[in-house]
């Protein structure tokens, strides 16, 4: 069985200082990762996410995140915090090894941006 | 494009009572899932299907739970007989492929308040 801890249930951060939002997954063989996020009423919006290659993954809005195998991480980051990113954040690990992926969240982040 | 779509937003629903709950996928996927976001939790799988077929229903809660996509696009969600434990956002996604790489789009999901 696949799993997703977000160890972290808020982040707080300042406009211009940058973030980490972290995610340790567990699974059989090598993962697919993704990260979401989530606006209030709004449904989820994908992020980036890390299949294979360089573990350097860059997404959408200026977020990044590094795929760590030894450490099973997956966290997300973005160099320079505005308030706007203020959201709930989600990591994902989809099954490699299937024909279909059914993607396994963690419970989420909230992340909060002060002016 | 036009993204992916659930009608209705809202419903509430009586202890007992039927619902059906409605998703437009993005034109062209042939990958669509139902997943259930519980207050303050991550979406959990419900059920897959790949074009008209239901691969997947490991997810479903219980024998209540029934969903169907007879034509490869639209599909339908129903609850038999609510209960207060099936209060929660359902939210579907659909995505390009069958592959496990392909990201998937979620819709803004319909919140369910069972009373």
């Not at chain 1, 567990?26 to 990762?33: A, F, Q």
């Not at chain 1, 195998?69 to 997300?76: M, V």
């Not at chain 2, 494009?1 to 034109?27: E, F, H, N, T, W």
Request: overall charge neutral; hydrophobic content about 35%; charged content about 15%.
């Amino acid at each position: 069985a696949q799993s997703v801890a977000q160890p972290e249930d808020q982040v707080n951060v300042a406009e211009g200082n940058p973030l980490t939002v972290k995610c340790t997954y567990s699974v059989s063989g090598n993962p697919y990762l993704f990260w979401y996020v989530q606006y209030p009423n709004r449904g989820l919006q994908f992020l980036l996410k890390y299949i294979t290659g360089d573990n350097l993954v860059k997404g959408s809005y200026g977020f990044e995140a590094e795929f760590n195998k030894s450490q099973t991480s997956f966290h997300l980051k973005k160099p320079s915090a505005l308030v706007s990113d203020s959201a709930l954040y989600f990591c994902a690990v989809g099954a490699r090894n299937s024909g279909y992926s059914t993607l396994t969240f963690g419970k989420g982040t909230m992340l909060l941006v002060s002016p | 494009g036009a993204g992916v779509s659930q009608s209705p937003r809202y419903k509430v629903a009586k202890r007992g009572q039927d619902v059906a709950l409605r998703c437009d996928p993005i034109s062209g996927h042939v990958s669509l899932f139902w997943y259930q976001q519980a207050l303050g939790q991550g979406p959990e799988f419900l059920t897959y299907f790949q074009n008209e077929a239901q691969l997947d229903k490991s997810g479903l809660p219980s024998d209540r739970f029934f969903a169907e996509r007879p034509e490869g696009s639209v599909s339908t969600l129903k609850i038999q007989r609510t209960q207060q434990e099936d209060s929660a956002v359902y939210l579907c996604a659909s995505s390009f492929d069958a592959g496990s790489s392909y990201e998937q789009y979620f819709g803004p999901g319909t919140r369910l308040t069972v009373t």
